[in-house]
C-alpha cells in the first residue's frame, strides 16, 4: 500500500496530522514532499482521482529546474522535457528581440517544458515512499475548521463521506480560485487584466526551430508560441475580456485569421489540429493581491497566496519557490513541543516577507509587459519597438534583464543573499506515524 493510499478514513472519523494540505499541484505536492523529507506527518487533500489531466502550467523556469534537481526529481521526468534555449520577440514582422539562455553563467541555465502529470505524479510516488505522507485523492475541503480565531484543520468530503482532518498547519495550495482563501476570509485584491487568451496546441512546424519560445506581436494582439512535448507547440493569443462568445459567434475562420496574421508559418497545421473549439481553452486572465498569506493555523501558498499571468511562465516557478521555502521554517517548529500555534504564525509571516518581494517583482514586471502589449497607434507602436530593439542591441542590459526573471534564486544562493534549504531525500529525523485516526496532534 503506497503514501497515497494509507490510512484513507472512512466517513465521520476523524484524522489527526501536523500539517494538511489542500490541494495537490506543484505547490501542494512539493511541500508534501519536503515535509515528509524533513519528518512532518502530511495529509495531502487533493479533488481528482489522478493526474492526467490538462494543465496550461507547462512552463518551468530555470530557477525551478534547478529546485526540482535538488529536490531529486528532475531525473525521474527529464525524458518528459524539453529545453527552451533561446527567446525571439517578433512586432510587425520584425525580430526585435532575440535572447539566448546558453549566454548565462548559471548551474540551470535553460526553462524547460514538462506536463504537469509527469511532475505531480513523480512528487507523489516519492512521497508515498515516506512514513508520515499521505494523499487524499477525489476528496474536496468544504469547511474550516476553528477554535476560536485559529483554523484547526478542515472537513473533507471524499468517496466513503465527510472526513475532519485535524492539523497544526492547514495550508491553501488550491490555486487561483482558491477556496480555502475564501473560507478564511483573508482579504484580496482581483486585478482583471483587458484580455483573455485562448490557448491550444499543435505540431511543431518544420521551419521552426523546436527550442525557440516564441512572442509575435501585432498592433495590440499578441500571440506566445511555446514549445512543448512531445512535438508540440503551445499557442495563446488574447482576445477581448468577455470576447470569447463574439469569436465563437464567429466560427473558426475568426481564429484561423487571428494565426494568419500573427504566425503564418503554422496556418496549415493550426486548421488540421483545431477543427473545434473544443479543441482550444479559455484563461481568464487576473492577477491576484493577497495582503495577508496566513492566520493562526493557517497559510496559503503558490496562486492562491498570489496569482500571476501566463507571461514569462512566472506561476508554476513561484508555487515551488514557496513550497521549498515553506518548510525549512514551519518543519523545527512542529517537530518541536507545546503549543505550536505563535511560533507556526512566526514563521508564516516569515515565509511571506520573504517571499512577497520577489512576486511582487514579477508581477510588476509582467503588469509592464502586458501594457506594452496592449499598446497601439503609430507613436505607441514606434516606441515599444525602440525599446525591445535597445534592449536587444545591449548585451549587458538584456543579460541583467533577463537574469532577473528566470535567475534570480539560483543568483541570490551563490551570493549568499539567499540560501535554499532542500531536504535530504531521507527523513532527518525518527519517522513520525502515518495520519491516524482518533489521536491527539499533541502526541505526534
Known amino acids: 500500500m503506497t503514501g497515497s493510499d494509507r490510512a484513507r478514513p472512512a466517513g465521520n472519523a476523524a484524522v489527526h496530522t501536523?500539517?494538511?494540505?489542500?490541494?495537490?499541484?506543484?505547490?501542494?505536492?512539493?511541500?508534501?514532499?519536503e515535509l515528509a523529507r524533513r519528518s512532518v506527518e502530511v495529509v495531502i487533500v487533493e479533488q481528482s482521482g489522478h493526474f492526467d489531466r490538462s494543465f496550461r502550467g507547462e512552463s518551468i523556469s530555470p530557477d525551478s529546474v534547478w529546485l526540482l534537481e535538488r529536490l531529486g526529481i528532475l531525473d525521474k521526468v527529464?525524458?518528459?522535457?524539453?529545453?527552451?534555449?533561446?527567446?525571439?520577440?517578433?512586432?510587425?514582422?520584425?525580430?526585435?528581440?532575440?535572447a539566448d539562455f546558453s549566454a548565462f553563467d548559471q548551474p540551470c541555465r535553460y526553462p524547460m517544458e514538462l506536463p504537469q502529470p509527469p511532475l505531480l505524479t513523480a512528487l507523489a510516488e516519492e512521497g508515498a515512499s515516506l512514513p508520515g505522507?499521505?494523499?487524499?485523492?477525489?476528496?474536496?475541503?468544504v469547511?474550516?475548521?476553528?477554535?476560536?480565531?485559529?483554523?484547526?484543520g478542515v472537513r473533507v468530503r471524499g468517496p466513503e463521506g465527510d472526513v475532519e482532518v485535524r492539523a497544526a498547519l492547514t495550508v491553501g495550495a488550491d490555486g487561483r480560485f482558491s477556496k480555502v482563501r475564501q473560507m478564511a476570509g483573508?482579504?484580496?485584491?482581483?486585478?482583471?487584466?483587458?484580455?483573455?487568451?485562448?490557448?491550444?496546441?499543435v505540431p511543431v512546424p518544420e521551419a521552426w526551430d523546436p527550442h525557440t519560445y516564441r512572442v509575435r506581436i501585432l498592433g495590440n494582439r499578441h500571440g506566445l508560441f511555446i514549445p512543448t512535448v512531445p512535438d508540440l507547440v503551445r499557442v495563446g493569443f488574447n482576445i477581448p475580456k468577455g470576447g470569447l462568445r463574439e469569436m465563437r459567434g464567429q466560427g473558426l475562420p475568426a481564429l484561423y485569421e487571428r494565426i494568419d496574421e500573427l504566425a503564418p508559418e503554422i496556418s496549415q497545421e493550426v486548421r488540421e489540429s483545431v477543427t473545434s473549439w473544443s479543441d482550444t481553452s479559455m484563461l481568464d486572465i487576473f492577477t491576484t493581491v493577497v495582503s495577508r498569506w496566513?492566520?493562526?493555523g493557517l497559510v496559503l501558498i503558490g496562486d492562491a497566496a498570489h496569482t500571476l499571468t501566463p507571461v514569462l511562465g512566472q506561476g508554476v516557478n513561484h508555487a515551488i519557490t514557496d513550497a521549498v521555502m515553506l518548510a525549512p521554517l514551519v518543519a523545527p517548529v512542529l517537530r518541536g513541543s507545546g503549543d505550536h500555534r505563535s511560533a507556526l504564525l512566526r514563521a508564516t509571516e516569515r515565509f511571506q516577507h520573504e517571499r512577497e518581494k520577489a512576486v511582487a517583482r514579477s508581477r510588476d514586471?509582467?503588469?509592464r509587459q502586458e501594457r506594452a502589449f496592449a499598446l497601439s497607434g503609430t507613436v505607441p507602436v514606434?516606441?515599444?519597438k525602440l525599446a525591445y530593439r535597445l534592449v536587444s542591441s545591449n548585451d549587458a542590459l538584456k543579460k541583467r534583464i533577463v537574469a532577473g526573471i528566470y535567475y534570480p534564486l539560483q543568483e541570490a544562493h551563490r551570493t549568499g543573499r539567499t540560501v535554499v534549504r532542500v531536504a535530504p531525500t531521507v527523513p532527518t529525523a525518527p519517522a513520525v506515524p502515518t495520519a491516524h485516526l482518533g489521536a491527539d496532534p499533541s502526541d505526534v
Open 18 to 33: 501536523q500539517v494538511c494540505i489542500i490541494g495537490g499541484g506543484p505547490a501542494g505536492m512539493t511541500l508534501g514532499l
Open 133 to 141: 505522507f499521505t494523499l487524499l485523492r477525489r476528496s474536496t475541503a
Open 382 to 384: 514606434a516606441l515599444r
Open 294 to 296: 496566513s492566520m493562526p
Open 365 to 367: 514586471l509582467q503588469l
Open 78 to 98: 527529464r525524458d518528459q522535457t524539453l529545453e527552451t534555449r533561446r527567446m525571439q520577440i517578433m512586432d510587425g514582422g520584425r525580430v526585435v528581440l532575440d
Open 143 to 152: 469547511e474550516l475548521l476553528r477554535d476560536g480565531e485559529a483554523v484547526t
Open 186 to 201: 483573508l482579504p484580496y485584491e482581483k486585478i482583471p487584466l483587458e484580455r483573455d487568451f485562448v490557448w491550444f496546441k
